[in-house]
Nanobody
Framework: VQLQASGGGSVQAGGSLRLSCAASGRTSSSYVMGWFRQVSGKEREFVAGITRRGSNTYYADSVKGRFTISRENALNVAYLQMNSLKPEDTAVYYC?????????????????WGQGTLVTVSS
């Protein structure tokens, strides 16, 4: 499985961005897609996850009500809509793919990772 993340950029506080993650390869089995973020010198942090059919989602408390994860299975794409962005949301954002149907907020439970896309929010 290969993952390609895109959509990062620079915005002012209060602005919005939408990240995309395209999956290719053997994606036909049940899987979870997730988004994580990492600031230099800190551990990778869970942001949001979604089950294969999109029936269940899970968010970090820090982004609840501001971020929305979704997916289009026909295209093997997951999205992260980020609204009301704050300077503390600045990080490299990674999409990840888990070969299991159960949501998890732990990065060690994900099997494949995209290359990361930088989001910078200025005050």
């Amino acid at each position: 499985v290969q993952l390609q993340a895109s959509g990062g950029g620079s915005v002012q506080a209060g602005g919005s961005l939408r990240l995309s993650c395209a999956a290719s390869g053997r994606t036909s089995s049940s899987y979870v897609m997730g988004w994580f973020r990492q600031v230099s010198g800190k551990e990778r942090e869970f942001v949001a996850g979604i089950t294969r059919r999109g029936s269940n989602t899970y968010y970090a408390d820090s982004v609840k009500g501001r971020f929305t994860i979704s997916r289009e299975n026909a295209l093997n794409v997951a999205y992260l809509q980020m609204n009301s962005l704050k300077p503390e949301d600045t990080a490299v954002y990674y999409c990840a793919f888990r070969l299991a149907g159960v949501l998890s907020g732990h990065p060690e439970n994900y099997n494949y990772w995209g290359q990361g896309t930088l989001v910078t929010v200025s005050s």
